[in-house]
């Protein structure tokens, strides 16, 4: 059975990924179980994993090299690198810490699938690696100003995947993921911090008067673009939008989610965040066009699919 790596495999994205690829490959998560949020949601998430007896579990940290030399072994055929400081006003707290994981972590990955003869090497990228806005929706040739150091992050990780693969001939795919929800998504994003409130009838708060926008891609999508780059080299060497194709603000989100929820929260408008995107919106030509990428969940049934498994899992 071939072998397959994902680093951050117990995240929200990572586990998602590894349960389908496990279906058919041999996965080996390595995760630090870092505490930006609750490692017991990560505990849980490899609860789930682990029941499928082709998945194993290594914690340890994408900056120790030995450990990734270990770890990616010349058994390995792909990796889905998709651990990393995520978060943008965490990165405007402590720009290290994503320079740190993202940056060198991602050089690391790089540089021991280089080594072991890794086939693929797909890459997590980011909207947030556009920054400002020039012209909507953003296609790959829109120019790439982050506005928050997360973003200077994955750009620069983006570019050493393309050098490994112009450089020194290493297949890497990047994937520029435009705010990702759906089951087992991160506390800290707010999809999930909005559907908590409202649930308990606690008041939202919303940075700015939610007239931002953003491009929603439900989870499912997400794992389909990853899943198809194992049977295919037609991406190679690229970077590709993968979202959901539509923008809605922030304040059609939380109508729906009213509608979803039955809440009565009171909605609270404060000041803009340094760092946040104004906008966002994906030009999925690309990506349709290399490796036939159709996002197929309407936020209205994403967002519903999400409440319903919140509901389920909040206990
Ligand atoms: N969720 C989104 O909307 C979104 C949008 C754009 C890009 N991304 C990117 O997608 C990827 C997955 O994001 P997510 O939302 O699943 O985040 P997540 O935080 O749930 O998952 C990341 C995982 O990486 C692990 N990790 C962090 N630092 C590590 C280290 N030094 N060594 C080993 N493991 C480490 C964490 O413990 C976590 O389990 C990230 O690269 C993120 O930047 C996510």
Known sequence: MSKVVITGGAGFIGSHIAEEVAKEYEVVIIDNLDDYYSPDLKRRNLEILLANPNVRFVEGDITDTDLLRRVIDSDVEFVYHE??????????????????????????????????????????????????????????????????????????????????????????????????????????????????KMLANEPITVYGDGEQTRDFTYIDDIVRVNRGLLETNAADGHVMNVGGGHRITVNDLIAHLREITGSASEVVYSDKQKGDAEHTLADIGLAEGLVEYRPATAIADGLKKFVEWYTAHSR
């Open 83 to 196: 651990a990393a400081q995520a978060g943008v006003r965490i990165s405007v707290e402590n720009p290290f810490k994503p320079n740190n994981v993202n940056v060198l972590g991602t050089l690391n990955v790089l540089k021991a699938s280089l080594d072991a003869g890794v086939k693929r090497v797909i890459n997590a990228s980011s909207s947030s690696v556009y920054g400002k806005v020039k012209y909507l929706p953003f296609d790959e040739a829109h120019p790439t100003m982050p506005v928050s150091p997360y973003g200077v992050s994955k750009l620069a990780a983006e570019h050493y995947c393309r050098v490994f693969y112009e450089v020194y001939g290493l297949p890497t795919v990047s994937l520029r993921y435009f705010t990702v929800y759906g089951p087992r998504m991160r506390p800290d994003l707010a999809i999930s911090i909005f559907a908590r």
